[in-house]
DNA sequence: TCGCTAATGTACGAACTAGTACGTTAGCTA
DNA sequence: TAGCTAACGTACTAGTTCGTACATTAGCGA
């Protein structure tokens, strides 16, 4: 119990505005994606950090721009692992799987993410509205669905009249429900979409889907 | 302003047990609906009501019930709407197409059902685990999948290899995450999900792309 | 090393909010 | 028509919750 492993402080305050405002961060944005934002107690938050709900107010304002603040540097982390999208080498069929599946991989690994955006959504976007950063954010995925799209309709390879935003909205639905009304769907239906043993049989249902419409035969009526 | 629609009450109360308690749900509905769980306010709820808080917690017992009671009757509807459903006169690949558009027209109808089960999700499905009607509510749309689902793949028409379950997600998902997240969508990437003139490209989109999936060529490997 | 300020802590308050104690009455039934 | 009870209303409270006034100090720069 005695401590040892805490360094030599005077008096048990450390000055440290970047890790305070990060701790910060980091709990509230478990503490809003746990209990959404009206849930979510700025009482609780502080009390689950190094330091004080003072400091909530210091360093972001108050309730409303602390939530704001943990969207912004959510949707941050999204945009950097766009950024690494590397598929332009890939045959389109191939490039667009691999999208998908990294587009899967990522809502995936990101619960607490996709519980803000739901969140988010009940309060009509408002702070998305109100954040400087978050409405020139823009999608690295989005110019790179672009480019694949392009290249496959030119070489006569997808035969569907679809735009980027519109795929890019058809893979999301997809990721984005599988985590997001697991709980929902897993009590109505007894089915855990969630489930490991059933991930793979997901992630190759989901690029099976769209390559098939984008590549499917079509009418010409 | 003075009142002439009135009927002649001799003290403006008026006893109808019934009505007392849809007029409390449909508000908390929408209430619910419009600000969350935590959000609501049960005052506010009482205050758009022609009766008062203490009737809340005389037909509901609570704030937690209540909304339990709200989903319920919420999932009743879709239930009928689902019961109605009449598409086995239909070739397997028209009625899986019907099927999914009158999915895509219910989900558009109902928004705030939609953000009811969002905001269900995000407090991981723990009304629908205490509700007794709701765990054994059931799905007439997915007994309809189910033949549907197995007319086609004995025909050799569906080359896919899912079940009705999956097949239900897949459509479920576009069409939520359609209306769920208009507003971050809208907001991040400039496009209207939901606008009107968009309504038939999105709807038509869904067919092609749950048909396309479901008979699209398989590489037999 | 001295002072200044960014960073931090404590204690508190005003407003809100779910829930309840208690009283009233409409209207059915015997 | 008398009385009983389901249905309803009022007024209040205990506890919570966001936010702030005020006090303190670490540690950098002059």
Same mark, same amino acid.
């Not at 823009?138 to 006569?156: F, M, T, Y």
């Given at each position: 119990m005695t401590s040892v492993e805490e360094p030599a402080r005077p008096n048990g305050r450390i000055r440290d505005a970047a890790r305070t405002r990060a701790e910060i961060l980091d709990v509230a944005t478990h503490e809003f994606a746990r209990a959404g934002y009206d849930g979510a107690r700025v009482d609780e938050i502080a009390a689950s950090t190094r330091t004080t709900k003072r400091m909530i107010y210091y360093y972001f304002g108050g309730k409303e721009q602390l939530f704001t603040a943990v969207l912004e540097r959510a949707y941050g982390v999204i945009r950097e692992a766009e950024q690494s999208l590397d598929v332009e080498h890939l045959d389109p069929v191939a490039a667009i799987r691999r999208l998908a599946e990294l587009t899967f991989d990522h809502h995936e690994q990101h619960p607490d993410f996709i519980r803000l955006v739901s969140i988010e959504n009940i309060h009509g976007a408002e702070h998305i509205a109100a954040s400087e950063k978050l409405g020139k954010?823009?999608?690295? &995925? +989005?110019? @790179?669905? /672009? /480019?694949? +799209?392009?290249?496959?309709?030119?070489?006569?390879l997808f035969t569907a009249d679809v735009d980027a935003v519109d795929l890019h909205a058809m893979i999301s639905s997809y990721c984005f429900f599988r985590v997001a009304n697991r709980h929902t769907f897993g009590a109505l239906f007894g089915r855990d979409l @969630? &489930?490991? &043993?059933? /991930?793979?049989?997901? /992630?190759?249902m989901l690029g099976d889907m769209v390559i098939a419409y984008l590549t499917a035969e079509r009418a010409t009526d």
């Open positions: 954010i823009g999608s690295p &995925a +989005l110019d @790179v669905i /672009r /480019r694949i +799209l392009e290249s496959g309709q030119k070489s006569g @969630v &489930a490991p &043993a059933r /991930r793979e049989h997901y /992630r190759t």
